[in-house]
């Protein structure tokens, strides 16, 4: 069993429309922990999330991005994504939970230094190893991505950061520098070919790495019939987070802070998150 924090935001998104309501049944486990910010119908909870302060903001983001990122009418709703992340990667150097769920509105693997798109603000995973090494004197972090699309704002930020490790699972090409890696995945793939490549890659990387944490930016956009379909079925998600979950207890403690990116259906949503959510919980 292990101590899982979920945190989670709302905002006014379809795809998470169904939840918190379908958390009935994990949130009463004794190892599961809510941390909760705003959402319509909230009752009061002792645990609140906080947004992103300013100054965390400024050490991955330069400041005319901030400012204008500041003005959009999304601004409140990608600070608490961004927070939800940096709020799991502390609680967990505190020991207070050995793993996490972070439900988010807005993504952050398309948010870099300067830009950002793609449904992305802020960087997210960025922003929590910011925090790790400056408050808890972490070193060595990994993210790992298996959203269907390329991750350029996570690789640009790290792209000379040989103490982060990156591995980027999309379309593009296989290439790596200063221990960002892109794995090349088909534009078609079976579930057995996905699932290989992505154990097989990112095991390899972890063995010889050894972070002190794994972020794994989650997007499920790569379901048949979602905006970024490569042909993975929607099990799938659920045996790679089983694949997380075991890298994560063999290469870093069971560090393991899973980040919700793209995927756009809100039945996906809502049947894969329990599952993925109960993977993370064990026992
Ligand atoms: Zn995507
Ligand atoms: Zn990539």
Redesign the pocket.
């Known amino acids: 069993m292990k101590r899982t924090g979920i945190f989670f935001h709302y905002q006014n998104g379809e795809r998470l429309r169904d939840f918190p309501a379908l958390l009935d049944g994990i949130l009463d486990k004794d190892n599961v922990y809510l941390y909760d910010a705003y959402y319509p119908g909230k009752t009061p909870s002792s645990y609140e999330l906080d947004p992103v302060p300013i100054g965390l903001l400024t050490r991955v983001h330069d400041r005319r991005m901030i400012d204008t990122i500041s003005r959009s009418s999304d601004y409140k709703g990608a600070l608490y994504s961004a927070a939800g992340t940096v709020a799991a990667a502390a609680r967990i150097w505190r020991d207070e939970i050995d793993n996490a769920f972070v439900f988010t509105g807005y993504g952050d693997h398309h948010a870099g230094t300067s830009f950002y798109g793609g449904g992305c603000y802020f960087n997210g995973a960025a922003l929590a190893i910011s925090e790790l090494r400056q408050e808890f004197g972490a070193r060595k972090l990994a993210i790992a991505?298996t959203d269907a699309h390329?991750?350029d704002g996570t690789w640009q930020i790290f792209q000379d950061d040989p103490d982060t490790l990156y591995v980027?699972f999309?379309g593009?090409e296989s290439y790596s520098r200063n221990n960002n890696i892109?794995v090349h995945v088909p534009w078609r793939t079976t579930d057995n070919q996905y699932l290989e490549l992505v154990q097989l890659n990112l095991r390899q990387h972890l063995e010889v790495f050894r972070p002190e944490a794994l972020f794994w930016n989650w997007g499920y956009d790569g379901t048949t019939g979602d905006y970024g379909d490569i042909g993975i079925s929607p099990d799938t998600h659920v045996r790679l987070a089983e694949v997380f979950r075991q890298a994560a207890d063999d290469f870093c403690e069971s560090r393991l802070i899973v980040v919700l990116c793209g995927g756009s259906r809100r039945d996906l949503a809502s049947r894969l998150i329990p599952c993925v959510l109960r993977v993370l919980i064990g026992g």
Request: contains cysteine.
């Open positions: 991505d390329h991750g980027c999309c593009g892109n």
